[in-house]
């Protein structure tokens, strides 16, 4: 069993930063690959990035590359996605994910664990 729970999330202008955390408990958590996914209001969920347990694989989407940075701390249990020139695009409600497996996945059918989800609000 994995446990997550997100914080980080809030209201930013255009052009702000936020940091996600996922501090994940739970006998596998530290060999869990990991993801971050995002829901905007009348839109499916899509996928953002990713990163394996070790983190020596990682992979966003196109339209946060260069902005978005996931990183984990295994020590911690916790993983983080930072999150810089934010446009109002990036609204969402955000969450984590964990899978039961040690690699990475962009398909939101292949994790087994989920946060609560956190909002994430850009104003312009």
């Known amino acids: 069993q994995v446990q997550l729970v997100e914080s980080g999330g809030g209201l930013v202008q255009a052009g702000g930063s936020l940091r996600l955390s996922c501090a994940a408990s739970?006998?596998?958590?530290?060999?869990?690959?990991m993801g971050w996914f995002r829901q905007a209001p009348g839109k499916e969920r899509e996928f953002v990035a990713t990163?394996?347990?070790?983190?020596?694989?990682?992979y966003y989407v196109d339209s946060v590359k260069g902005r978005f940075t996931i990183s984990r701390d295994n020590a911690k249990n916790t993983v983080y996605l930072q999150m810089n020139s934010l446009k109002a695009e990036d609204t969402a409600v955000y969450y984590c994910?964990?899978?039961?497996?040690?690699?990475?996945?962009?398909?939101?059918?292949?994790?087994?664990?989920w946060g609560q989800g956190t909002q994430v609000t850009v104003s312009s």
């Open positions: 994910a964990a899978r039961a497996g040690r690699s990475g996945s962009v398909y939101s059918s292949e994790y087994n664990y």
């Open positions: 739970g006998r596998t958590a530290s060999t869990s690959g």
């Open positions: 990163i394996n347990w070790i983190g020596s694989y990682i």
